[in-house]
């Protein structure tokens, strides 16, 4: 069971958009620690998506944003494409665990 | 951007040791908090431990599954990141994961992966 609480799997057509919730609580989210999100590919190594609740890193489309509220945060993605089908991850830090904790992963199928 | 390599993983038997490495691509790596971070097969993400910088102190966390297993270190002089791991279990089998660290006000970020080294840990 993931500290951080995250659907296991989201779809949507091509050009929709679909979001993906990101679930803490008052010891990691809900206490100020930032969010961010990583983009897993098949068979590839995580990348960096959204930081700090809401920045891009260069590179990453502005189809790709991010939110942040009280214990939970949120990734969305607009004009869906059949490249973002991936595995979406949530991280933050938990001051109770005192150590960087991910959420379980969301398997994006695009229809 | 930095290009991280890891290597050193393989099959193990449990109770038995292996150490990874991951090398690192440029000399900015000795002002670089490093992490490493784990996928079991089929799995999500799980973080493993961290080492700060020298500038920072050099000090390690680890997660409570690996604490006092595993040890992470660096040898700035190469630009290389280790991971010692002692006592294997069967649920230390993962893919590794050698990661830098994008430093932020309170939570870190990780901007850069190396492409992972499998370790199997089975009798």
């Known amino acids: 069971q993931s500290v951080l609480t995250q659907p296991p799997s989201v779809s949507g057509a091509p050009g929709q958009r679909v979001t993906i919730s990101c679930t803490g609580r008052?010891?990691?989210?809900?206490?100020?620690?930032?969010v961010h999100w990583y983009q897993q590919l098949p068979g590839t190594a995580p990348k960096l998506l959204i930081y700090?609740?809401?920045n891009r890193p260069s590179g990453v489309p502005d189809r790709f944003s991010g939110s942040k509220s009280g214990t939970s945060a949120s990734l969305a993605i607009t004009g869906l494409q059949a490249e973002d089908e991936a595995d979406y991850y949530c991280?933050?830090?938990?001051?109770?665990?005192?150590?960087?904790?991910f959420g379980g992963g969301t398997k994006l199928t695009v229809l | 951007e930095v290009q991280l390599v890891e290597s050193g993983g393989g099959l193990v038997k449990p109770g038995g040791s292996l150490r990874l490495s991951c090398a690192a691509s440029?000399?900015?790596?000795?002002?670089?908090?490093m992490t490493w971070v784990r996928q079991a097969p089929g799995k999500g993400l799980e973080w493993v431990g961290r080492?700060?910088?020298?500038?920072?102190?050099?000090?390690?966390d680890y997660a409570a599954p690996v604490k006092d297993r595993f040890i992470i270190s660096r040898d700035n002089s190469k630009n290389m990141l280790y991971l010692q791991m002692n006592s294997l279990k069967a649920e230390d089998t993962a893919v590794y994961y050698c990661?830098?660290?994008?430093?932020?006000?309170?939570?870190?970020?990780?901007?850069?992966w190396g492409q992972g080294t499998l370790v199997t840990v089975s009798s």
């Open positions: 990661v830098t660290e994008y430093q932020l006000l309170w939570n870190n970020c990780f901007d850069a």
């Open positions: 991280q933050s830090y938990d001051s109770s665990l005192t150590g960087v904790v």
């Open positions: 440029e000399s900015t790596f000795n002002d670089v908090w």
């Open positions: 700090g609740n809401s």
């Open positions: 008052s010891s990691n989210i809900g206490a100020g620690y930032e």
């Open positions: 080492i700060k910088s020298k500038t920072d102190g050099g000090a390690t």
